[in-house]
């Protein structure tokens, strides 16, 4: 790097800074699946297909009433939550009694089958949400580092939705009565709390941040029903490589893996998820517990 | 108390053990002699057959037993298959040589990969060791040798006739499948074996009675690794064509946990029965596409929820009768006598 001109260095600078962006993005996606596992100590497998299945929503209601894709967020969001009500509540609690291996089962079984449903009414064709010219513009930060409005927008609703999960968990009574029942679930039972109530509304809360990150990847990149595959294992990058627990490890690690994409990616365009991966596995080999281990923030 | 009367015995064996050893023979028999009375095609559909009979008991040693949700078994189905062909077809060895060399390559590779992934538990064990398989493909499709992202054919068997082939990869296939499932019975009858149940019944426990945790999983994470890499074989030498997308398909996963949580996790006769369920299922619902994979992920779930035995916990009446016993029970057939011995002798004073 060092015997390269000052341009090809300003090249680096903004593959990072691009990769931040893309961290943004990355955070957003895997805030809702570490809550999920904070709180329920659930690994929902179905999340990647899950942000995929709020983009297809986000697309039809744009496709059929004309409108701004930003509208669609207030439409999404809600529908997500109750599905996430919903699957909580008749499915993985269930299977929480069930025990063992009984949740991973049924979360996997369930993006399966949310996949295939996918390709069913979707076709395997690839689509995205058109925003117009929101996608091209940009500002100059220097002359050689262009800074998109559109990716500029996805880094500040990631960094403001962990920011504001963190405050909801940290201040609010509901908050307190999920971290209550994350750390010891029968004793919270005997001061009043239902759990069942508190898991099906964590899960909501985390399908809500599933929907509007589902859209902002739809309106960013191209997407098809098997696109959930890749989505779960950058989401699951980031939340392994910031710290199991931590909902500022979940930032941390989204902007990690997106600066190794986007680094790769400029060594050479074939290495960018492998150079991710491979983030992962060394962070994983040199610091299992992650960038931020759990500290009493959950 | 009068012990001389009473009979309690502690067996293996079953009546219905047995009964399934001695039914066992004339099936093999059969099966034995199907490429002299069935036609090529039928004879590849059951070599698919057996290559997931072995994947599912794989992946049921893994999780069944060892507690280990994987759904990165399609790397070592990958190893096994691109490691034959260049084995076989590159290095030009024997292909019967190769598929040997092929699983130990997979098993070795298997050692440092569960160093990385044994740091994760559960769930994330279960993304982890699917990023891993990420891995494996990517760094595949880098070597020319092997074909790039377009992957190989598998050439070495093309002296034989289609006919004389397609009958010696069967033949091959159903000692792999034989063997697969009779290493995998002899593990669990094993001191190892039980360690592995106590294990996935409580690992702390486990532990604290001396079983050595971490070793006994990676030895099963080890076996099963070979175990899917001959299934990866299997697969090779039936489709004769290996594509990295293909191979490393995380649909195999999702097949082989189906099949186990269908069939009935945590036994032997469970992915045999899910996997013959499975095909079954395949070729009636082939018409259906998509669907077909809705109502076996549906059925996965309402299984997983409602009948956590699987369909064999239901022939086998939760797990009463056993083909493959890897447990002991207690005969007490003469229980009732030696009671009513006792009574007597209280009695007659």
Known sequence: MLILGWLDYMTWINAIVQGLLLGGLYALLAAGLSLVFGVMRIVNLAHGVLAVVAAYMGLVFVQTFDVSPFLAIVVVVPIMGLLGFAVQWGLFTPSLRRGGLSPLLVAFGLAVVLTQVLQEIFTADTRSIQIGSLASSSFEVTPDIFVGIFPLITFVVGVCVIIALQTFLSVTPLGRAMR???DDPETVTLMGIDNRLVYALATAIAFGTVGLAGIFLGMRTQFSPTFGDAILIFAFEAVIIGGLGSLWGTLLGGLVLGVAQTVGSQINPS???L????VFLFVLAVK????IPKAVDR | MNFQSTQIRVRRATTASKIGVVALVPILIFLAVIPY?????TQQTLVALFSFIVLATMWNLLAGYGGMVSIGQQAYIGIGAYGLVYIADTLGLDPLLAVPIAVVIAGLISIPISLLAFRLIGGYFAIGTWVIAEVVKLLVVQFPALGGGSGISFSALSDFSPG???????WFALIGMVVAVAVTYLIMRSRLGLGFTAIRDDEVAASSLGVRVVRSKRIVFVVAAMGTALAGT???????RVQPDSIFSVQYSAFMIFIVIIGGIGTIEGPIVGAIIF?????????LGVWYLIILGVTAILITLFLPRGVWGLISANGRIRLFPVGYSLSVTDLAKSLSNKERGINEP
């Open chain 2, 37 to 41: 009375v069935l036609g090529r095609g």
């Open chain 2, 279 to 287: 095909f079954a299922l395949q070729q009636w619902l082939s018409d």
């Open chain 2, 234 to 240: 299997m697969i090779a030498a039936n489709t004769l």
């Open chain 1, 288 to 291: 299992p517990s992650g960038l």
């Open chain 2, 164 to 170: 004389r082939r397609i009958a010696y990869v069967y």
């Open chain 1, 180 to 182: 209550a029942a994350s």
């Open chain 1, 275 to 278: 150079a991710g991966h491979l």
């Open chain 1, 271 to 273: 290495y960018g998820v």
